[in-house]
Nanobody, 125 residues
């Protein structure tokens, strides 16, 4: 069983940057494809970014390209989501998820077997 835990959320001012972290324990984490999703109040959970461990390819939702960067540490146990220039419209709970199969459906919720509890990002204007 893989455990996924997000951290780094909180209250930021509009225009500020924020980095979220996702730590995973329990299994061979390095072989998992990892994704970040977000869910705003009253809206469906949506894809933000994903990273493959082998080759470290990265993928982004069109709505966040250029303002968000997904990365991993050299040890392969933590994934990061660097978010720049936060705006109130970006306010949401952010979730990290692990896909043990590394398939091509990286932007869909069913592709991921393991989910964290989420971390809240609040942006004040």
């Amino acid at each position: 069983q893989l455990q996924v835990v997000e951290s780094g959320g909180g209250l930021v001012q509009a225009g500020d940057s924020l980095r979220l972290s996702c730590a995973a324990t329990g299994r061979t984490f390095s072989q998992y494809q990892m994704g970040w999703f977000r869910q705003a109040p009253g809206k469906e959970r949506e894809f933000v970014a994903a990273i493959r461990w082998r080759g470290a390819s990265t993928y982004y939702a069109d709505s966040v390209k250029g303002r968000v960067t997904i990365s991993r540490d050299n040890g392969g146990t933590t994934v990061y989501l660097q978010m720049n220039s936060r705006q109130p419209a970006n306010e949401a709970s952010y979730y990290c998820a692990a896909d043990p199969w590394g398939g091509s459906q990286y932007n869909t919720l069913p592709a991921y077997d393991y989910w964290g509890q989420g971390t809240q990002v609040t942006v004040s204007s």
